[in-house]
Every structure is written in C-alpha cells, then in structure tokens.
C-alpha cells in the first residue's frame, strides 16, 4: 500500500530556477520524510518534517506541511544539474516507512 | 567506513533457480528492510526485521524469504515461485529508537536482478 503519491510525477527546469514538488498521503502521521534518488542508486535522506512543524529548511531545501490537508511540499531553489534525481516522499505506518511514487526532476545547464 | 552493502549489483536468474541477495551493514542498526522497485515506481516492502531471528512480512512477500540470524546481516531469497523477479532490489536499515519517532533509514546502492 502506497500512503504517499507526488506530484507531478515528472518535472524539467533549466538551472538557477525553483523546482516545487508537492506529496499528499492519506492518513494521520507522526512524521514525514522525503529522500533523494539518483538515477540506479539507493534512496538519501534529505529531511524530516515533525507533524506538529508547519515548515523547515535545509541548506537549499524547504518542506512545508499542512496536516490538515495531508500533503507537504519540497521546494528546491536555484537549481543545479546535480540535483536531477526522483524525490519521494515517506510516512510512518506503526514500525515502517510508507513511500510515495515519487517525482523525476530534471535539471538542464 | 561505515555504511550498508549490497551485493552483487547485477544478478541474473535462470527459470526455476532461487538467488540469494546480500545485504550487511556496520552501523549498528537494529531494524532492518528489503524493498523492491520497478521502473518508474516507488518502492514497495518486502520483508523487514526488528531483532535478531526474528522478521514481519511486507506488502509483496510472496515468492520472496529471508533470514536474521546476525545483527549485521539480512539475505534476501528470490524464490522459483516469484514469476516476475525483475526488479531494483534495496536494503536499508535504521535505529529504533523509543516509540520510534524518527525511523529515518539507510540505504544501500541496490542489486538489479534480471531473469535469462
């Protein structure tokens, strides 16, 4: 069962602009996490976002959460090509981690 | 250099023939968990595991087995029932902390199973 589905599942910009990505799941939650993956590889932590935290930073990355309407967003600012990966978004459900579809973003020089 | 490992990268399987894939880690996790992913897809759960000799089954677990009997370690068997093995397959681990609150996990680099 997948709690999270992104959007849009598929995203091109040219660098230096923002790239937003959006994720909505489906039940309550304690947490919410997205992760990075490039292409063949395993998935990275990016950041976590606690359930009672409407928004939080890290270096280039901004999350914002809105439980009441059970979605979250990642904003990437001033893209660089090295940020083109699929991002997911995850959830706790009791001892493990629901993930998302996930959204492809593409970053051209 | 701490971190999780897979092995191999690449696997192919013959019809009827069961492949084991490794996975160990050194960073002292207590959980660990298989994933499956398709192209295109997210990933979905197959097997995951608490504590030594011990292991819950996922949302995909047929066709698939596995084993803890080391902290360490958590091999992964494609069985000749699971007819459409070809898959990403990722391990990852993480600590369980009290009430487990943050449940972030570790990844490996993956194995890439192809059926001939």
């Known amino acids: 069962s997948q709690q999270g589905e992104e959007d849009p599942q598929a995203l091109s910009i040219q660098e230096g602009e923002n790239a937003t990505m959006n994720c909505s799941y489906k039940?309550?939650?304690?947490?919410l996490q997205w992760y990075r993956q490039n292409s063949g590889r395993g998935l990275v932590h990016l950041i976590l976002?606690?359930?009672?935290?409407r928004e939080k930073h890290s270096g280039r990355l901004r999350v914002t959460l809105d439980t009441s309407k059970k979605s979250s967003s990642l904003l990437i600012t001033a893209s660089r090509a090295a940020d083109t990966a699929s991002y997911f978004c995850a959830t706790r459900d009791t001892d493990k981690l629901i993930f998302g579809t996930g959204t492809r973003l593409q970053v051209f020089p | 250099d701490g971190g999780i490992t897979q092995s191999p990268k690449y696997l192919f399987r013959k019809e009827g023939q069961n492949v084991t894939l490794s996975c160990e880690q050194n960073?002292?996790?207590?959980?660990m968990y298989w994933y499956r992913q398709d192209p295109g897809q997210g990933l979905r759960l197959i097997y995951y595991?608490?504590?030594?000799?011990?292991?819950q089954k996922g949302d995909i677990a047929e066709g698939y087995s596995v084993s803890r009997e080391k902290k360490e370690s958590f091999p992964l068997t494609v069985t000749s029932a699971q007819k459409n093995p070809t898959a990403f397959y990722l391990c990852a681990s993480s600590i369980l902390l009290a009430g487990g609150a943050k449940n972030i996990q570790y990844f490996g680099a993956g194995t890439r199973l192809s059926v001939l």
């Open positions: 595991s608490q504590i030594v000799n011990d292991f």
């Open positions: 960073l002292n996790h207590d959980a």
């Open positions: 976002i606690r359930s009672n935290e």
């Open positions: 039940t309550s939650i304690n947490n």
